[in-house]
C-alpha cells in the first residue's frame, strides 16, 4: 500500500489498492486477491541482476543473484511503476490489471524481469568479478 501512495495520501491509496482488489476478484472468481498478487509477485520476482562494476578502469555489468527482499522489492515497484504508467485508466484498473498480468505469467513485469534475466545471462563472462 505504501509503494502505491503518493504525497503521503495514504487513504487514496488504500481506496485505490482495495477497489483493485475487488476489481481482481470479480474478473477471478474462486481465488481471493491477497493469493493472486502473492503469486504474481513471484512470478515477477527477478533472480538475477547485473551491478556495474569497475575494474582496472572498465566498468563491467556482472551478474549478481538478488535477495529475496530485494526481489520482491523490485517485483512490487515494476507492479505499481507499469500500472502508474498507464495513462488514461484509473490507477485502480490499471494496478488490478497488472496484477492479474502477472498471475496469469505474462504482461509488462514478466517482461521486465526476463529482460534483467536476459542481461545477466549476456554477461556470466564477468561473474568471476563479484566480490
Known sequence: MNI?????????????VYDAFEQMEEKQ???TA?????????????RLEVKSRRVGGATYQVPMEVTSD???????RWL?????????????????TEILEAYE???NCIRRR?????????????AHFRW
Open 105 to 107: 505469467g505474462e504482461g
Open 4 to 16: 502505491v501512495m503518493t504525497q503521503g495520501k495514504r487513504t487514496v491509496a488504500q481506496r485505490i
Open 80 to 96: 505499481v511503476g507499469f500500472a502508474k504508467a498507464k495513462k488514461g485508466t484509473p490507477m485502480k484498473r490499471a494496478l488490478a
Open 29 to 31: 472468481p474462486g481465488s
Open 34 to 46: 491477497v493469493e493472486m498478487l502473492e503469486r504474481a509477485i513471484e512470478n515477477a520476482k527477478p
Open 114 to 126: 526476463d529482460e534483467v534475466h536476459r542481461m545477466a545471462q549476456a554477461n556470466k563472462a564477468f
Open 70 to 76: 530485494r526481489s520482491e522489492a523490485l517485483a512490487l
